[in-house]
């Protein structure tokens, strides 16, 4: 009695291990890292959907429901002004760009939501040299910068950010770029600066705002370049200020009021 009620319970066993041995198997053969797959930055996309892809040699021929068709310049360009080409060599850019001036020696300082350039990790706000190179000297950023204005070898910058540097710094702020560090000036503002303008010994500032350094202003203001101090001037709008242009003594407002 012993012997059969042994002899049926061993194939049980057999099968048991069996299977233990089949999954862990399986386990290890999905636990395989796989090769790396990664996309091809320089490949053109479209405007639209590709539904149907042919190959004939180095062609390859693509139909579907788009208009376009061209390489990946990213979110800043350098267009010619004579045909509108984009022109080569300009650094590529992961992310967005909101603002662009010149630093007067045939480079540029770039402001934005980005987290690279052509290849160097950059976070908002970078210089870009006259040959296109990243000057690395150049602080970033904690949040988006979504203006700039330079003013001698001092570039100011408005956005979202609270930090530049790692210095405290509350959506405005100004950066010595002869020496890349972070001036004591932080005046500070309750929402994010959209747009800035330096003139007449003023810096203008435009957004979405209510108070800056500590006082009421309702989207626009302005401060003392010699000073850093805010003015008395405080026309005010009821909606966000996103862009300013000034001439002949008119300062041109542009945004989401209506008053």
Known sequence: MYSNSNQSIRPRRIAFAV?????????????????????????????????????????????????????????????????GTPLPGWPRFIGNVDAIVTDGHGGWFVGGLF??????????????????????SLPETDGEVRALALVGDTLYLGGDFLHVDGFPRGRVAAIDVTGGGVTAWNPGASSPVYALLALGGRLYSGGSFATL???????????????????????????????????????YLGGYFSS
């Open 19 to 83: 299977a233990l041995a089949t999954l862990i198997a399986c386990a290890c053969l999905a636990a395989r890292p796989a090769s790396a797959q990664f996309a091809d930055p320089d490949q053109w996309g479209t405007d639209g959907q590709v539904v149907a892809l042919a190959r004939d040699g180095n062609l390859l021929y693509a139909g579907g429901a788009f208009t376009y068709t061209g390489p990946p310049n990213g979110a800043c360009v350098a267009l010619s002004l004579g045909d």
């Open 115 to 136: 987290t690279g350039v052509n290849g160097a990790s950059r976070a908002n706000l970078v210089h870009l040299r006259a040959d296109g190179a990243v000057d690395p």
């Open 213 to 251: 350094a500590g006082q009421a202003r309702s989207h626009l203001g302005a401060f003392a370049l010699d000073t850093g101090a805010l003015e008395s001037w405080a026309p005010g709008t009821n909606g966000n200020v996103n862009a300013m242009a000034a001439g002949q003594g008119v300062l």
